[in-house]
């Protein structure tokens, strides 16, 4: 079958000239910052919040970039033509904004009162952290590890977080996150679960989240991040969106970076009770742009080219986790944009080497400190990764440690 074609420099600037000046990052702000030191939370910052090295913007367009589980192929045509349009717009304060709150809400079977959009569901992240950790004392209940950007939020704002560790498989820990958030109930502002989890790419079924929310005080806010949501295969996993339809205080995390490709545009949303939405609305920012607004309408409704990027997405993953397999080096199950596979060494030396042939792979997550994320790319840069591991890992010019099966 075809590939989705990579979104080139030239066709956006061309019908869009002035979208890099709404753009927060540039590409040498941008490059390399995955490889950056940590900061001490075993995340340097999904959103590029941790350190960054600089690099000239050629040098960053050479790199195989597989350590933000970012969408390769760039937004469709029908999103690009979708915002070049809505360029119009570029110099307004007030403009239609194609009724996305509605689009949304349409698309999940919810009311408008039931969305909160947000520039990436990032933002909408820190939002959640901000309203329901509204004192020091109050703590939010997750996975350990998982997407880091929460339990920064809460350090932050001098909040704390309460880790529990995954289960042997990987899996989260229902019955422990249950557990936690009993026993520290007055202290605990809300629960956070990422399914899939990154970095780990495994679910939380539909059977588990039913039995952890019927577990959990009826009272608990409990956030819920989608992201990878529209690549998962697996059939005991499913959206928790009814769940808002029932009135639990359950908040769903959605972004357009993954998908949508719109990562570098900015823009996600929450599903929520009308109650919850209400209060988190106060520490919303209101920082999207006309252009990704538009683009997100019409990235909904482009279902062809959503359905075309997960079949590449998820066949590619699986043909490279089969490829390190038959080198002797398991990876753990993924329903995600990424997989993580067992290196048998420690992780950040591996990354530098990674580095030094220009494939950029995913930072260290502790206590996984043998375990190597890599998001799925374009089928040339997996043909890159895959050298270059090959060079790292086996035959007569290996780099020193453990190698082999």
Known sequence: MDFPRPVSRRLFIGGAAATAGILTLTPSELALWAQGP????????????????TTSEAEYDSYAKLSSNENCYGPPESVIQAMT??????????YPDGNIT???ADHHGVKTENILLGAGSGELLDVVGLTFL????????????????????????????IKVPLLGDYRQDIAGLIKSTKTHYRDVG??????????????????EMKHLLNELPEDMPVLIDEAY??????????TSVPYVLEGRPVIIARTFSKIAALAGMRLGYVVAPRELIVKMRAHQTGTINALVKWGGVAALKDT??????????????????????????????????????????????????????TVL??????????????????????????????EIFTGPNAVGGKSGS
């Open 229 to 238: 949501h529209h690549f998962v295969d697996d059939d005991d996993y499913a």
């Open 361 to 390: 792979v995913g930072r260290p997550f502790p206590p996984m400190l043998e375990h190597l994320r890599v998001s799925v790319g374009t089928p040339d840069e997996m043909a890159r990764f895959t050298g270059a591991f090959k």
């Open 304 to 357: 062809a080219s959503q359905a075309q990027v997960k079949k590449v997405t998820v066949d590619l993953r699986k043909k490279v986790v089969r490829d390190l397999k038959q080198l002797g080096y398991e990876s753990i199950p993924s329903e995600g944009t990424f997989f993580m596979v067992h290196i048998k060494r420690p992780v950040q030396p591996v990354i530098e080497e990674f580095r030094k042939r």
């Open 134 to 161: 509204d004192s020091p004392s109050k703590k939010v209940v997750g996975s350990d590890p998982s997407y880091g950007s929460v339990y920064q939020q809460a350090t932050t704002i001098k909040a704390d977080a």
């Open 85 to 94: 349009r809505a360029m119009k717009y570029a110099n307004r304060y007030g």
């Open 102 to 104: 509605q689009e949304i």
């Open 190 to 207: 809300f629960v956070y679960l990422c399914n899939p989890n990154n970095p780990t790419g495994q679910i939380v079924t539909k059977k």
């Open 38 to 53: 940590q900061n001490g939370q075993g995340q340097a910052g999904a959103q590029g919040q941790g350190a960054r090295r």
